[in-house]
């Protein structure tokens, strides 16, 4: 069975920065696609970053610039880094990732919450 675990949530004031990481574990015979998204209070779920098995990258208009997205194959594992947090980033943030096992599977790690609040 199939694992993600995030960590590197938790409190900021605005302007400053956290680093998200995703582990994936278990039985993998490759990841394609793994990805980051985010769940604010009285929204829906939305893309924040995502990275193709050959880096190709892709942000949502609202972190561009700020966000960075990035991944060691070796480890299994896919980073976040937020800079310049502002309120409206306050989320549940989660990790996404395309798995072969050998199938094609889709996890979800169980989030982690990011608050940025003076």
């Known amino acids: 069975q199939v694992q993600l675990v995030e960590s590197g949530g938790g409190l900021v004031q605005p302007g400053g920065s956290l680093r998200l990481s995703c582990t994936a574990s278990?039985?993998?015979?490759?990841?394609?696609?793994m990805g980051w998204y985010r769940r604010a209070p009285g929204k829906q779920r939305e893309l924040v970053a995502r990275?193709?098995?050959?880096?190709?990258?892709n942000y949502a208009d609202s972190v561009k610039a700020r966000f960075t997205i990035s991944r060691d194959n070796a480890k299994n594992t896919v980073y976040l880094q937020m800079n310049s947090l502002k309120p409206e980033d306050t989320a549940v943030y989660y990790c996404?990732?395309?798995?072969?096992?050998?199938?094609?599977?889709?996890?979800w790690g169980q989030g982690t919450q990011v608050t940025v609040s003076s």
């Open positions: 990275i193709t098995g050959d880096g190709m990258t």
């Open positions: 278990g039985i993998i015979f490759s990841i394609n696609a």
């Open positions: 996404n990732a395309d798995l072969m096992t050998p199938t094609l599977t889709t996890s």
